[in-house]
């Protein structure tokens, strides 16, 4: 056997699947019928203590209405007069009988009202029992003190209802007008409780403190006298018998401030253990079915699992061989998936690495050539400049001497290749010699204005950051819309957000032609490329970028607007070090 499982991985994990996969399954089902009845008799408690929160708010908001509904006299200014009135005229006692009436046939439920009046010792009733029941009624009833509402169980005509009983006192005074009695069916609390009632089961009702016994949903009912006494808490439950039948009983108590009442629910062992015999038998089939997949899972699973592994040892001897050529054969995405186009990609980088590094050192070798190109020996110019401003001064053309000058510093300043980084303030300087020749150029066609804090002069920044931008809203902007225009420099030192450190925010404002969307997306695609641009677009305003993010990284950030010929806005975002930062000499 052991000799027969070191000869294959496949075996191995086979076995081991197979072991892992059924033995639990075994344990849990032995275990699981044990526990199940235990805990299918909690959740039947669970889930009826939650119905019954529901039975009782709703049983709740039903008494709190017919507690309202025995105020409703006080809102007839004519018949609180007539309550308080000691004569008995017709009119009067017409009136009152009405209202009453009106009062019995409000509610379908309601077998009986009655106003027992103080001041004229009359008793008006309206009710759909017979005479006897009537009398019966009336020797029934019990006199009450106070302002309260007072909740009692009676019996009508055979029939238990609820007796609801409420004072009328002539407000401010507290002098009694009499006793409104209404004797209520329990037909609409048998409504809210049977939305809830299964088999084998049934609901009682008890109300106040002495928890008297108004409702059950079953018309005979023994062993359910006691229960009083063993409801403690809240809510909770326990163990009994009804007619006989050992179940539980599931209690929920409700303070009401008006009627405090206790709902009670009976089920029976028989459905507890219906459920659990359901369950434990659906669980024994699931269980079944599940091995018989585990099994043929297992199979299957173990068998792809070697076969990437044995593909991968084909391609590695073909890789010792020196064959580079080797074709993905799966587009797997799990583990194995991802080593198998890990090695491919390995071996894909392999072959392409010499051609890659030659690719580099062309292209660097053609940006320097490029460079090289466009040089002219400097100290030749500078020279042949310093000698033309000198005659221009000689010939007293004073503007002349001036814009040679500057564009001799803009020469210098551009030819200077000793560093890629300067302080801000010299790009600040190239640009307002820049802008000098610019606006003697355009005369009174083009303004420009720029702002920037005293504060950051010093930073550092990568050379020739400003002028291709400036350059683009002038060449694209300006000269290709409608030839004159404004541009302004905008530059700000603010907090970055969650971070200690600053930020050096650059934007180039202008309101000529302005740049279509389809540009603006054509620059963030090239931007995505990660790679510098060479060829008609020079060193224009997608190498600033690119520049800009290979210094700085993902503490740099971008933003193009346009809106042609109101604003075109080119906005830099460069987040700073604290290291960054320098100080102004003096």
């Known amino acids: 056997m052991m000799k027969w499982l070191k000869g294959s991985l496949f075996r191995k994990i086979l076995i081991i699947m197979l072991c892992v996969a059924i033995l639990p399954f ?43 509904l025995t105020s409703s006299f006080y809102v007839d200014p004519q018949l609180m007069s007539y309550f308080r009135s000691t004569e008995t005229s017709p009119l009067q006692k017409l009136y009152i009988y009405n209202k009453v009436n009106t009062m019995y046939i409000s509610r379908s439920e309601f077998h009986g009202v009655q106003y027992i ?3 004229k010792n009359l008793t008006f009733t309206s009710s759909d029992v017979n005479n006897n029941d009537i009398k019966k009624m009336l020797g029934d009833y019990d006199e009450i003190k106070g302002e309260a509402t007072v909740y ?33 069916g329990l037909s609409e609390i048998d409504k809210l409780i049977h939305t809830q009632l299964l088999q084998d089961s049934a609901y009682f009702l008890l109300i106040n403190q002495q928890d008297q016994f108004l409702y059950s949903s079953l018309e005979q009912t023994s062993g359910v006298q006691h229960l009083q006494s063993k409801m403690i808490n809240g809510k909770g439950s326990f163990e009994g018998e009804m007619n006989g039948k050992k179940g539980v009983f599931i209690y929920l108590k409700n303070a009401n401030d008006n009627l405090p009442f206790t709902l009670v629910k009976y089920v029976s062992d028989s459905v507890i253990n219906e459920s659990a015999y359901k369950t434990m038998s659906q669980s024994v089939v699931i269980l079944l079915i599940a091995i018989i997949l585990v099994v043929v899972l297992a199979v299957i699973l173990s068998y792809f699992i070697i076969l990437p592994i044995k593909r991968l040892l084909r391609s590695m001897v073909r890789v010792e061989q020196g064959h580079f050529d080797i074709k993905r054969e799966s587009q797997r995405t799990d583990e194995l998936g991802i080593l198998e186009n890990r090695f491919y990609t390995m071996v894909q980088n392999l072959d392409e690495f010499m051609n890659r590094e030659y690719r580099y050192r062309l292209e660097l070798s053609t940006a320097q050539l490029k460079m090289l190109q466009a040089q002219i020996n400097p100290h030749f110019l500078y020279n042949t400049m310093q000698y033309i401003g000198t005659v221009a001064l000689k010939m007293k053309a004073y503007e002349v001497s001036d814009k040679i000058a ?8 551009s030819m200077d290749f000793r560093s890629d980084v300067v302080m801000l303030s010299m790009e600040i300087h190239h640009i307002e010699d820049y802008m000098s020749i610019q606006l003697g150029r355009f005369k009174n066609k083009l303004t420009f204005d720029m702002a920037c804090p005293p504060e950051a002069a010093s930073i550092e920044v990568p050379k020739m950051l400003l002028q291709p931008l400036i350059e683009n809203s002038i060449v694209h902007g300006i000269e290709q819309g409608r030839g004159y225009g404004s541009i302004r420099l905008e530059i700000e030192l603010s907090p ?66 346009s809106v042609p010929y109101e604003a075109t806005m080119i906005a830099l975002n460069i987040g700073l070090d604290q290291a960054e930062e320098r100080k102004d000499p003096k």
């Open 406 to 413: 500057e564009l001799g510093s803009i020469l210098r300043y």
């Open 26 to 68: 075994l344990l849990a089902s032995l275990l699981a019928y044990r526990t199940i009845s235990s805990s299918m008799k909690q959740q039947v408690i669970d889930l009826n203590q939650n119905a019954m929160e529901i039975i009782s708010n709703n049983l709740k908001i039903y008494f709190d209405d017919l507690n309202m």
């Open 117 to 119: 009046s103080k001041t």
């Open 496 to 561: 970055q957000e969650e971070s200690e450190n600053k930020a050096l925010l650059i934007r180039v404002i202008d309101n000529g032609k302005g740049i279509p969307a389809e540009k603006i997306a054509e620059i963030r695609s090239d931007y995505l490329e990660n790679k510098l641009h060479y060829g008609q677009n020079g060193i224009g305003l997608i190498n600033v970028l690119q520049r800009l993010r290979l210094r700085y990284g993902s503490d740099f950030s971008w933003e193009v607007t």
């Open 152 to 184: 009692s169980v009676k019996n009508l005509g055979g029939k238990q209802v609820l007796l609801i009983q409420k004072n009328l006192v002539d407000y401010p005074g507290s002098a009694v007008l009499g006793t409104i009695n209404i004797y209520v």
